[in-house]
Nanobody
Framework: QVQLVESGGGSVQSGGSLRLSCVAS????????MGWFRQAIGKEREVVAV???????KYADSVKGRFSISQNNAKNTSYLQMNSLGPEDTAMYYC?????????????????WGQGTQVTVSS
């Protein structure tokens, strides 16, 4: 089993930035495929960004050029740097992980999930 804990959420004004972190513990793998998802009230969960075990990255179109995903395998940690935030980015943000992702990163169905961290952007 892998446990994931997110941190770094909060409230910011439009145009601001936040950096989310996700730390994995429990059964530690040498590398991970990790993803960030979000779910706004009344909406379905959507993928934001995924970085695979080889460092390949994919972003949702809505965050391209504003968000940046990275990971530090030595620390079992993934990061989501979010810039130029707008009210439309308000959501609960979740990280997810697996030891391996296939080719279609944005379609990967993850097995391990964190509890989420809230991001609120005011206009």
């Amino acid at each position: 089993q892998v446990q994931l804990v997110e941190s770094g959420g909060g409230s910011v004004q439009s145009g601001g930035s936040l950096r989310l972190s996700c730390v994995a513990s429990g059964h530690i793998y040498s590398s991970y495929c990790m993803g960030w998802f979000r779910q706004a009230i009344g909406k379905e969960r959507e993928v934001v960004a995924v970085i695979d075990q080889d460092g390949n990255i994919k972003y949702a179109d809505s965050v391209k050029g504003r968000f940046s995903i990275s990971q530090n395998n030595a620390k079992n940690t993934s990061y989501l740097q979010m810039n130029s935030l707008g009210p439309e980015d308000t959501a609960m943000y979740y990280c997810a992980a697996d030891p391996f992702c296939g080719r279609w990163l944005l379609l990967h169905e993850f097995n391990y999930w964190g509890q989420g961290t809230q991001v609120t952007v005011s206009s």
